[in-house]
C-alpha cells in the first residue's frame, strides 16, 4: 500500500437547504484541498467549498453518469496520496442509500484513512418541509425507508414490498419516480388500500420545492397530467392526510 498524505471525508451534504449543513460540514468544506461531489448537491452548499479547492463532479443521475462508481472511488484514493483534505460530498446522508458504505470499505481496503460526517437525509427532510410528520400518535409509531431504485447485482432481487406494506405505518421512498407503476402496483397487491395517502415531494428543502398529493389510486394519473418528475421523495400512509393542515407552517429556505 502506498503511504497516504491525506484523509478522505465521506461528508453528507443534505437535501438541499444550505441552513441543514451542519457545522462540522460547512467547516469542513472550508478547508478541503479537493471537493468530489455528486449531481444534487445545491448551488449554495457548492459556494462554502474553499475557492482554492479543485472540484471535480462524480455525480449519478439516471441515464448520465460522470464517473462510475469503481472510477470514483480510485480518484478519491489518488488524490488522499498527494492532499490532505479529500471530501467525498453526497446529497443527504452517506450511509443512507448513498453508497458511502461501500466507498468507505474500498478505502479501508486500501489502507486509506476515511472518516464519515453525517448529512440530513432527505427521507426526513423532505417530508418535514412539506408539513408531514413521519410519526404522529394518532396515525404512526413505524417507518421504513426503501430504495426505489434496484442496482442490478443486488445481494437479493427485489425489494419485499408486501412485508414493507404489511410492516410499516410510514413508508417512505427514495429514487422512486420512474417505478412508480410497480411500487404501487405491488402495494395495493400486498393489502393496501387504493385511497390510502401518498405525497411526492420534489426537491425536498429548496426553494423550488415541489408537491403532489393524492392517493395509491390515483396518483399515477396525476403524476402524468402534471409531468411530475424526478427526484422526488414518496411518502405513502396515513400522516400524509396532515400536509394539508401543516403545510402552511413550512420553513422558509436560507
Known sequence: MQQCLGKV?????????PGLMTVKGKTLLECADVV??????????M????????QIHAGKRRGRHSLVQDETTQLLIEKAQTHAIVV????????????????MEDLVRAG??????????????????AGIPLTHRAHSSSVTFVTGHESA????????????????ETIVIYMGIHNMPYITAQLLLAGLAV???IALVRWGTRADQQELVGTLGSILTQIEESGFEAPA???????????????GCRPIVS
Open 36 to 45: 468530489i461531489y455528486d449531481a444534487l448537491v445545491s448551488p449554495q452548499v
Open 195 to 197: 385511497n390510502t395517502p
Open 47 to 54: 459556494a462554502m467549498i474553499n475557492p482554492c479547492a479543485e
Open 88 to 103: 467525498r460530498l453526497k446529497g443527504g446522508d452517506p450511509f443512507v442509500f448513498g453508497r458511502g458504505g461501500e466507498e
Open 233 to 247: 421523495i414518496a411518502v405513502i400512509g396515513s400522516v400524509v392526510s396532515l400536509h394539508e393542515t401543516l403545510s
Open 153 to 168: 447485482g443486488k445481494y437479493r432481487p427485489a425489494v419485499n414490498w408486501k412485508a414493507i406494506a404489511q410492516g410499516s
Open 112 to 129: 486509506v484513512p476515511v472518516e464519515v460526517i453525517p448529512g440530513i437525509t432527505s427521507g426526513i427532510a423532505a417530508p418535514a418541509y
Open 9 to 17: 471525508y465521506l461528508l453528507g451534504a443534505g437535501p438541499g437547504d
